[in-house]
């Protein structure tokens, strides 16, 4: 046997001892905050703000986890970014390196009842690439960061997008 073929056959093994991987990095995605879509949720917004910032930073732990995105946040201090046109935060997103862009909305179902909608936009040309939504019970702690795991796994287990 030539030493180039048991060098080849033995060279998974030694990248494996090395913690080597072939695995691809994951993509770079900004995790916009969440916006409220009707007049209850912003009228609960005081009352959502923790869990609101609970549910977010769940959220992106979720999706950093599985390894397929690597989610950006956009600076706090940026409160006027957020707030601006699309075209705007694409720019941004693109000037954090992000490929693509997370964005949601929250709406009031009842007194505890919630519906999430998330979106995956393209951050060349804002094209809407994939989306999810989830209705879930947000009266405590708990049942947000539920809803921002099991949204995490959805998002990860979906396709990357083309």
């Not at 998974?12 to 994951?26: D, K, Q």
């Not at 946040?73 to 699309?86: G, H, K, M, N, V």
Request: with cysteine.
């Amino acid at each position: 046997m030539s030493t180039l073929w048991l060098a080849a056959m033995g060279l998974p093994t030694m990248l494996a001892a090395f913690g080597v991987s072939a695995r691809a990095a994951p993509t770079p995605v900004l995790v916009m905050p969440f916006a409220f879509a009707d007049d209850g949720a912003a009228d609960q917004a005081v009352a959502h703000a923790g869990h609101l910032e609970l549910m977010m930073r769940e959220l992106r732990v979720a999706i950093d986890q599985k390894g397929v995105y690597r989610t950006i946040s956009p600076d706090p201090i940026l409160a006027d970014f957020i707030e601006s046109d699309a075209a705007c935060v694409l720019q941004r997103a693109r000037d954090l390196g992000a490929t693509y862009v997370l964005a949601g909305a929250i709406q009031t179902l009842g007194a505890t009842a919630s519906n999430v909608w998330l979106g995956l936009f393209d951050a060349a040309d804002g094209r809407r690439l994939s989306c999810w939504q989830s209705t879930f019970r947000g009266d405590s702690d708990e049942s947000w960061r539920r809803a921002a795991n099991f949204l995490g796994e959805e998002i990860s287990a979906a396709p990357l997008p083309n």
